[in-house]
Nanobody, 126 residues
């Protein structure tokens, strides 16, 4: 059985940091570009960052650019999202997803993807 499992979410104060992990089980991530999406209550699931299979290409949504850093460690079969300078509007459930075999990462609408993790809750509040 193959799955993605997110972890690292929790409650943090504004300005704080969290590091999310996306670990693969039952398959290897080496061939795949991976994306991070988030979904707040009442809002659509939005793409915030992605990374190519080699890690050589990354993209960020304007809302997180300069604050979040995506990375991967293929030896550990894991993709990370380092979130810094967190704001209350970052509060959401965060999901990782297999985007496909891509030398560069391109995120399409969330409903076009099938291979999601279960999500991890991030709450930014004082």
């Amino acid at each position: 059985q193959s799955q993605l499992v997110e972890s690292g979410g929790g409650l943090v104060q504004p300005g704080g940091s969290l590091r999310l992990s996306c670990a693969a089980s039952g398959f290897t991530l080496d061939y795949y570009a991976i994306g991070w999406f988030r979904q707040a209550p009442g809002k659509e699931r939005e793409g915030i960052s992605c990374i190519s299979n080699s890690g050589g290409s990354t993209n960020y949504a304007d809302s997180v650019k300069g604050r979040f850093i995506i990375s991967r460690d293929n030896a550990k079969n894991t993709v990370y999202l380092q979130m810094n300078s967190l704001k209350p509007e970052d509060t959401a459930i965060y999901y990782c997803v297999v985007l496909g075999i891509q030398p560069m990462c391109i995120m399409r609408p969330a409903n076009e993807y099938d291979y999601w993790g279960q999500g991890t809750q991030v709450t930014v509040s004082s």
